[in-house]
């Protein structure tokens, strides 16, 4: 029996500074709770990859976050 297994490889560019475009991103909980105590990589919604080391709270929401967010479907 022959099995064929495809693997998608993908590549996260991470920049030096943590959040370098200065807004504060939508990422899931679980991630950022993770990446919290073990300082790993979070993706936000908008595609934006990096450590989160800074408190979010002073920079402004990340336009594409938000339009992404607006857009899913409300819970009842």
Do not use: N
Not at 14 to 28: K, L, P, Q, S
Request: with cysteine.
């Amino acid at each position: 029996m022959l099995l064929e297994e495809t693997v998608e490889e993908t590549t996260t560019t991470i920049t030096e500074d943590g959040d370098h475009d200065r807004f504060a991103h939508y990422v899931r909980k679980a991630d950022i709770e993770r990446a919290t105590f073990h300082d790993e990589v979070v993706s936000a919604i908008c595609g934006k990859a990096w450590v989160a080391k800074e408190s979010p709270e002073k920079y402004p929401v990340c336009p594409t976050c938000k339009e992404i967010y607006e857009g899913l479907p409300q819970g009842d």
